[in-house]
T-cell receptor, first 109, second 112 residues
Framework: GQNIDQPTEMTATEGAIVQINCTYQ??????LFWYQQHAGEAPTFLSY??LDGLEEKGRFSSFLSRSKGYSYLLLKELQMKDSASYLC??????????WGAGTKLIIKP | DGGITQSPKYLFRKEGQNVTLSCEQN?????MYWYRQDPGQGLRLIYY???????QKGDIAEGYSVSREKKESFPLTVTSAQKNPTAFYLC???????????FGPGTRLTVT
């Protein structure tokens, strides 16, 4: 079966750095996405990785290792507004998105 | 302004009634999707459509129906056969050169 694993919840301090991990086992791979979802709202796109390595976009970076079935989202200089759920999703061989359950990130002052 | 609209934002229905959720887009995207999200869970695919007049079942299609008569519109009907219809419903599209899905604001359906 297809499976994506992320930690259920993480807590970090304002101004700090946090890394949210995602491991996946899917039938085929055509890219990995990270989305941010605030409570009660729709997910918004953060990043897309299809090749191994690190993609940096402002305070957010995303890393992919296809051989290990592993990705992480790195958030720097955390702000209170970063409190949200972070969803990892993989595009499988049929170009369907397989979603993880999401990681709820709690930022403390 | 291009985007995806879903209405209404909140919807309340009595058990045994069918209800239709709307999804409209003016992004000129070919593919449209319906997801369901329950608390603490990821998104689960209900139906998707790659082209007008064609759609495919997702992982949890039972108790739902869709139509795609126009490129811009992909309404979802939650029928009385759906055992646990209370959930957050999200519509999404993809198209063009970018692979990511764009989401509408969602409809929170409560059935009592």
């Amino acid at each position: 079966g297809q499976n994506i694993d992320q930690p259920t919840e993480m807590t970090a301090t304002e101004g700090a750095i946090v890394q949210i991990n995602c491991t996946y086992q899917t039938s085929g791979f055509n890219g990995l996405f990270w989305y941010q979802q605030h409570a009660g709202e729709a997910p918004t796109f953060l990043s897309y990785n299809v090749l191994d390595g690190l993609e940096e976009k402002g305070r957010f970076s995303s890393f992919l290792s296809r051989s290990k079935g592993y990705s992480y989202l790195l958030l720097k200089e955390l702000q209170m507004k970063d409190s949200a759920s972070y969803l990892c999703a993989v595009l499988d061989s049929n170009y369907q998105l397989i979603w993880g359950a999401g990681t709820k990130l709690i930022i403390k002052p | 302004d291009g985007g995806i609209t879903q209405s209404p934002k909140y919807l309340f229905r009595k058990e045994g009634q069918n209800v239709t959720l709307s999804c409209e887009q003016n992004l000129n995207h070919d593919a449209m999707y319906w997801y369901r999200q329950d608390p603490g869970q990821g998104l689960r695919l209900i139906y998707y459509s790659q082209i007008v007049n064609d759609f495919q079942k997702g992982d949890i299609a039972e108790g739902y129906s869709v139509s795609r008569e126009k490129k811009e519109s992909f309404p979802l009907t939650v029928t009385s056969a759906q055992k646990n219809p209370t959930a957050f419903y999200l519509c999404a599209t993809t198209g063009g050169d970018v692979p990511e899905q764009y989401f509408g604001p969602g409809t929170r359906l409560t059935v009592t």
